[in-house]
């Protein structure tokens, strides 16, 4: 069986269950093997498009906004366009991002669905002063 193209939950439960009563049955050993392989394959797939929030829209895979048809692409270009992760901040920096409600999450200061590489300019657009 040709291995799905997208990595997703009931996939890989689907292969788990294969490869369960494969194991419990007396499939050979090369058959267990080969699901053990696809098993490893699909949650490296799934682990690689939850760390950089790609997703496989029935077509294609997506970043962004690029589209692309093999995984491996959208991982090469979510790694070249990943930002340098921000230092954690001291005692100080998370008394002011308390009061102004920025996160620090993942590397990056977090204002709302908004990601930012520096303190402040989550502050700057925190800031009730800010006009938008």
């Given amino acids: 069986m040709k291995p799905p193209l997208h990595a997703d939950s ?9 490869l369960a009563k494969a194991e419990s049955g007396h499939e050979t050993g090369s058959s267990v093997d080969a699901l053990k ?9 799934e682990a690689l498009m939850a760390q950089y ?19 491996a692409d959208a991982v090469s270009f979510a790694r070249l366009q990943r930002p340098p ?13 308390s009061a102004h409600g920025v996160t620090f999450q993942d590397g990056a200061y977090c204002l709302g669905d908004y990601r930012y590489d520096r303190l402040c300019d989550a ?10």
């Fill in 123 to 132: 502050l700057e657009y925190a800031s009730p002063t800010f006009a938008r």
């Fill in 85 to 97: 992760q921000a230092e954690p901040p001291g005692a100080e920096e998370r008394t002011q991002m």
């Fill in 37 to 45: 392989l696809e098993l490893e394959l699909l949650e490296r797939s």
């Fill in 10 to 18: 009931a996939a890989i439960e689907e292969i788990k269950k294969r």
């Fill in 53 to 71: 929030g790609i997703v496989f829209n029935g077509r294609h895979f997506q970043h962004r906004s690029h589209r692309y048809h093999r995984l």
